[in-house]
């Protein structure tokens, strides 16, 4: 188990067929029973490197859950067996589950055509904060709704890491799910859908198979009809006019951190190179060693990534050095330079520095800041960039054990700062009302 990378059912990519073969995927077909006849496939949700996940019917609570299905072979289940133990210690840790993180409701194995395959039963969640960010346009989310997020992610991250021991090791957009969908009318509890109990009739083919094929048939189309519609638009005529901006208000920001595929314990670590390249601490870069400090380099990569639509770290590799030089680079060029101890002080770091603590072979840092880098590119009000940067800066520090913990970021007045809004600046144009509660207060008009 190391780096993982996963999508869901409704992004350009699918998991493809060739998965679907001995010791791979199990074809689930809508109505499809599981456990005895306890749950019911409704839809497909998502899809990871591992599993394929749907919305099931629980016939024995009358709720709908999220079943994962995991490929069959070996090293999968094994892997299944260990994202088991981590999530049944955080049910057990949290019997109100109000933890923001994702509840393991039930687990059985399941014996199919390509093989036996380990099923967990967690409850529904609803979208990705990728969605989210992608359902914005890649636009940055107002500051209000970014703390509303981090409070959640780091308050689960506070439960995983003081209250369990556990490092989750693979954070970023596409693992916290929002609790409802964005859209209502996909959301099976908001929508009233009634619950498909048996497999319908007349889809002989039916199944993963068919979806796959009709899906590429669509997604050709699509292409198709975009191409077309590029080249009016570039005739001059139609099609290439801006989206408009959509709001966000009325989603529930609410969110749970999930995919323990890759999570340990902070004493039994089993994979040096963990995490998601662009969420990637240095320390893993350098192989120093790591701990629930290199969620919260994760976490704040996050935090950025929300407030601006962009990814913080982008690295490429090029000509004469590799994506890890890239990527320390692009690090220093923004965050300063790596100290001279932590530079020269991981397993990897003779392949990246010289004894100087320098970059063999990138010579030339452009170096910036943060803060300037919110003001002259994403268009932050002066005040916003500072603000975000105190809190975000020192979960960026180079050296590890000098980042804070999830729960001191509880603390952080940036959390607990509200942006007032236009709107909201004329309804409290009184002023004394603004309840915000922090001493260096600043009445601001939100971005
Ligand atoms: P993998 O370990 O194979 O990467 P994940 O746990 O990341 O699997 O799940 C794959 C995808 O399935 C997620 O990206 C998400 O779209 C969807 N998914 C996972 N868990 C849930 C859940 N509890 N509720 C709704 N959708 C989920
Ligand atoms: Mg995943």
Redesign the pocket.
């Known amino acids: 188990m190391s780096c ?6 409704s992004e350009d990519e699918d998991e493809g067929f060739d998965s679907y073969r001995k010791g791979g995927y199990h074809a689930v077909r809508v109505g499809d029973s599981f456990s005895g006849g306890r749950y019911i496939a409704q839809r497909k ?7 394929t ?1 749907w ?1 099931a019917y629980d016939t024995r609570s009358s709720e709908y859950v ?1 079943l ?1 299905i995991q490929k069959s072979a070996p090293q999968f289940a094994q892997a299944a067996l260990h ?1 088991i133990e981590v999530l049944s210690a955080i049910a057990n840790g949290d019997s109100s589950n109000s933890k923001y993180v ?1 509840r393991l409701i039930d687990h059985f194995k399941h014996a199919g055509p390509n093989g036996q395959h380990l099923c967990m039963v ?5 979208d ?1 904060l990728l969605r989210l960010v992608k359902y914005n346009r890649y636009k940055g989310l107002e500051m209000n709704k970014v703390r509303e997020i981090c409070k959640c992610v780091l308050t689960g991250l506070d439960y995983l890491h003081r209250g369990l021991g556990i490092i989750h090791t693979d954070l970023k957009l ?2 916290i ?1 929002l609790l409802s969908t964005i859209n209502a009318t996909k959301d099976p509890i908001r929508s009233g859908m009634t619950p498909i109990l048996e497999r319908p009739e007349g889809n002989p083919n039916g199944g993963v198979t068919m979806n796959i094929i009709e899906k590429k048939l669509k997604q050709r189309a699509r292409r198709a009809a975009a191409r077309i519609s590029g080249r009016r638009a570039s005739m001059g005529g139609v099609g290439g006019t801006p989206k408009s901006n959509r709001s966000l208000d009325g989603i529930d920001l609410r969110c749970k951190v ?2 323990f ?1 890759n999570a340990c314990w902070a004493d039994k670590q089993f994979a040096e190179e963990i995490q998601t390249r662009q969420y990637r601490s240095p320390e893993v870069i350098l192989q120093s060693g790591y701990s629930f400090s290199a969620d919260m380099w994760s976490f704040a990569c996050i935090a950025f990534e929300l407030a601006t639509g962009e990814m913080m770290f982008t690295p490429k590799g090029g000509q004469g050095f590799n994506e890890d030089e890239d990527h320390l680079a692009m690090m220093m060029e923004l965050l300063g330079k790596i100290p001279r101890k932590i530079a020269i002080g991981g397993a990897r770091s003779k392949d990246y520095f010289d004894r100087h603590g320098d970059l063999k072979r990138i010579r030339r840092l452009k170096y910036g800041s943060l803060d300037k880098l919110l003001v002259d590119k994403f268009r932050f009000s002066e005040i916003d960039a500072h603000e975000f940067t105190e809190f975000l800066g020192p979960l960026l520090d180079f050296e590890p054990e000098k980042r804070p913990t999830a729960e001191q970021c509880l603390q952080h007045p940036w959390l607990n700062v509200k942006n007032l809004k236009k709107t909201e600046m004329k309804s409290e144009s009184g002023v004394e009302k603004v309840n915000v509660g922090m001493s260096k207060l600043q009445i601001k008009v939100g971005r």
């Open positions: 993982s990378s996963s999508s869901s059912a949700l998502g899809w990871g490197e591992f599993s996940v919305l999220a994962k994202e994702v967690l409850e529904f969640l609803g990705s596409e693992n799910l999930v995919d595929g």
